[in-house]
């Protein structure tokens, strides 16, 4: 808690540029972190700690010189996030996460939601073409919540958003806030909000006294803002946030309120229309006592008959800024947790459960409430139909399961909106450089899988034929598959068999590479194991991790590829956890390196054998074999078929082959240089004049 950090005051430091997503009231934190007289410094230590989850993976993923354009280096993200819980324990801060959970009951920010939709297909659309743009990469929050698990962090994932459970849980233990939403301005807690700008994890300091470590941070303080502001009532703020617009409402009547009320002086100083929105605010909402008074001014400006239903909706605007109901304490301290919005909607008991312990993803409770998804944007080919188009039947099975026994729409809260056609979901997706909702009927299943309640209580071999049968796949063919990559194998023969799949042989290869990384990582550590496998097993790594250094020019065609697996991918993971987890969840962060295997993609083209690379491990070259021969049966014959070059490049080749012959002693066969030398990716790291054009 607050109390046990030392404090040293009030500093001038300037807050450093951060990059990350908006989140609460635009323009409020950086007009806070203007302030600094709005900050106190710690020195944090020896606490408990509520983070906000959703802010943490995306302030890591996009302030970290993380690769953002293949598709997700999941494995270096999850080294920065174990780095990052390693700072704390080391300080004897002990963390709590809360992660957001499905959309809010009421649909209320849906809006919102699209908007942010269209933002990241902007971003993602930058970032294909060489730009810049922060889009996250599509399995970052399943890496992230496999990260907490391994390093045994407390988290919890609340039902829907998860601001007002962590403000009631950071006051109930009476100990700070990490975040960088603006809308923990507005509460009122009673230990303080640290924003990430501040908070320098990395940085880890000793006190001169003592040599216990703390990590430099700064504390807003509510009293300190308000103080600014003609020690302006603190309970003014909540009414200050919704005017302001927040991600619920974004009232176009302030504008004719601001119109009216005659702006401070200093207010025309400020930085940005957005700051002197704020100060203008800020400075008339000092001049009242309280929130009803306040409001009854607001109201003054309006046409008498919007009077009503404007005073409704801020009043309920601002009970988002109250306390809930829920106690996240219960889940921490006995497993238990509550979401009373949600009570009314007669779910199982175990889908409760699962949501709360991030077994199911919110994407799953979206559908089963809202009837409603959004499927996540990729930095993919912005001319070709959205990559979650392969994906569809996989999410029509997860439809089918949860929509023939959700709860009765008597039972739903009133503000809930149900799709038009009753017995579907909407799905929110890319089309081009917008969006669009498309209905989606879900798969009729046989009687026994019609039961919600009972689903996780089905023999494992009925769960797990539902599972391969969805998946296309002949559960004998994963037989002799390591148990931790049964999926992502059945994932790829089901990508591999979709018309849509326009995948090449080097596409495949690239991929399956890509997978040794886990059992090549576990292999060269394996303990009391000092033998050659070890050894070439650690070489065989090393080597594919600078392969990783060098992925080149983005191609398009190539990443609309491997985003349409790592959609499969994804509804995958979701249907095996609705299914209770008939095959064993796979560690994503050695599964998939977008950078890796963009880099291997694009030099294999010059070779179509890689039994070369793997000569020196045996183990890795006998497991490559297994994939490859699994995904054979169910890839288009023409995945094999011999590459045909026109005969003038076969002209310029050989021409080329004799200027070779002539500078050295012999010529080598390029199925060589896989093997050839003290570096096997020889060949890997070379140019290829004969590659496609690259955008």
């Known amino acids: 808690m607050l109390s046990q950090c030392e404090v040293k005051g009030n500093t001038s430091t300037a807050m450093p540029v951060i990059r990350t997503v908006i989140m609460g009231i635009r323009g409020l934190m950086s007009f806070v972190e203007d302030h600094s007289e709005f900050f106190t410094d710690l020195k944090l230590r020896d606490t408990k700690l509520i983070i906000d989850g959703f802010a943490l993976f995306h302030r890591l993923c996009f302030n970290s010189n993380l690769e953002l354009r293949y598709g997700g280096d999941y494995d270096s993200f999850a080294d920065v996030v174990q780095k990052f819980f390693e700072s704390l324990f080391a300080c004897n801060i002990c963390p709590y996460v809360v992660l957001d959970g499905g959309c809010d009951i009421s649909d209320k920010k849906?809006?919102?939601?699209?908007?942010?939709?269209?933002?990241?297909?902007?971003?993602?659309?930058?970032?294909?073409m060489g730009g810049g743009g922060y889009v996250c990469p599509l399995l970052i929050r399943e890496v992230f919540i496999q990260v907490l698990i391994k390093l045994q962090v407390y988290f919890v994932q609340c039902f829907s958003e998860a601001d007002r459970d962590i403000m009631t849980l950071a006051n109930h233990w009476n100990?700070?806030?990490?975040?960088?939403?603006?809308?923990?301005?507005?509460?009122?807690?009673?230990?303080?909000?640290?924003?990430?700008?501040?908070?320098?994890?990395?940085?880890?300091?000793?006190?001169?006294?003592t040599q216990n470590y703390y990590i430099p941070a700064r504390c807003f303080s509510r009293a300190a803002f308000c103080r600014r502001f003609h020690n302006m009532n603190q309970a003014l703020?909540?009414?200050?946030?919704?005017?302001?617009?927040?991600?619920?409402?974004?009232?176009?009547?302030?504008?004719?309120?601001?119109?009216?009320?005659?702006?401070?002086?200093?207010a025309t100083g400020s930085k940005g229309r957005r700051h002197h929105r704020i100060l203008g605010l800020l400075n008339w909402l000092s001049?009242?006592?309280?929130?009803?008074?306040?409001?009854?001014?607001?109201?003054?400006?309006?046409?008498?008959?919007?009077?009503?239903?404007?005073?409704?909706?801020?009043?309920?605007?601002?009970?988002?800024?109250?306390?809930?109901?829920?106690?996240?304490?219960?889940?921490?301290?006995?497993?238990?947790?509550?979401?009373?919005?949600?009570?009314?909607l007669g779910l199982p008991e175990w889908v409760y459960a699962a949501l709360a312990k991030g077994q199911l993803s919110p994407f799953i409770s979206d559908a089963l409430v809202l009837r409603r998804t959004i499927l996540h944007t990729q930095v993919e080919n912005i001319q070709q139909p959205n990559a979650h188009r392969i994906s569809q039947?996989?999410?029509q099975t997860i439809y089918g399961l949860l929509l023939n026994t959700s709860a009765d729409p008597e039972n739903r809260c009133r503000n809930v909106r149900l799709p038009p056609q009753p017995g579907t979901v909407s799905e929110v997706e890319r089309i081009h450089k917008n969006i669009k909702t498309s209905i989606v009927d879900p798969v009729k299943l046989p009687k026994d899988h019609c039961d919600l309640g009972k689903l996780v209580e089905l023999p494992l071999l009925r769960r797990k034929k539902l599972l391969l049968e969805t998946l296309k796949v002949d559960p004998t063919l994963l037989e002799a598959i390591p148990a931790a990559l049964k999926l992502p194998m059945a994932v790829s023969c089901y990508w591999l068999q979709h018309p849509e799949t326009k995948?090449?042989?080097?596409?495949?290869?690239?991929?399956?590479?890509?997978?040794?990384?886990?059992?090549?990582?576990a292999m060269a550590r394996s303990p009391g194991k000092e033998d050659g496998q070890t050894g070439a097993a650690q070489t065989l790594y090393e080597e594919l991790q600078k392969a990783k250094e060098m992925p080149g020019p983005l191609h398009l065609d190539t990443a609309h590829i491997f985003c349409q697996w790592q959609s499969c991918l994804q509804m995958a993971l979701y249907l095996n956890q609705l299914l209770n987890t008939p095959l064993p969840e796979p560690d994503l962060s050695r599964l998939y390196s977008g950078s890796l295997v963009h880099s291997l993609c694009r030099r294999l083209q010059a070779s179509t054998s890689v039994e070369g690379l793997l000569s020196t491990c045996p183990k890795a070259k006998h497991l490559y074999e297994q994939l490859f021969t699994a995904t054979k049966a169910y890839a288009p014959a023409e995945l094999f078929l011999p590459k045909h070059k026109s005969s003038s490049k076969r002209d310029k080749q050989k021409k080329k082959g004799n200027s070779r012959s002539k500078n050295r002693v012999g010529t080598i066969p390029q199925a060589k240089f896989w093997h050839g030398g003290s570096n096997r990716f020889e060949l890997l790291m070379s140019e290829n004049s004969e590659e496609h054009t690259e955008a």
């Open 237 to 266: 703020l909540p009414l200050f946030a919704v005017l302001c617009g927040n991600d619920y409402v974004n009232p176009p009547f302030v504008d004719t309120v601001l119109s009216r009320v005659r702006l401070p002086l200093q």
């Open 287 to 344: 001049h009242f006592s309280d929130p009803t008074e306040a409001l009854d001014n607001v109201l003054k400006y309006l046409p008498k008959k919007n009077r009503e239903n404007v005073k409704e909706l801020l009043c309920y605007s601002m009970e988002e800024y109250q306390q809930a109901q829920s106690k996240l304490q219960d889940f921490f301290q006995c497993g238990v947790y509550v979401c009373p919005d949600s009570l009314n």
């Open 503 to 521: 995948a090449k042989l080097q596409h495949l290869q690239a991929l399956l590479l890509g997978m040794l990384q886990g059992p090549l990582y």
């Open 175 to 209: 100990c700070p806030v990490l975040s960088s939403d603006s809308d923990f301005c507005i509460f009122d807690l009673h230990a303080g909000f640290c924003p990430f700008s501040s908070f320098q994890w990395r940085n880890v300091s000793t006190t001169e006294d």
């Open 393 to 395: 039947p996989i999410r």
């Open 110 to 128: 849906l809006t919102t939601l699209k908007d942010r939709v269209r933002e990241k297909i902007q971003a993602a659309h930058s970032l294909s």
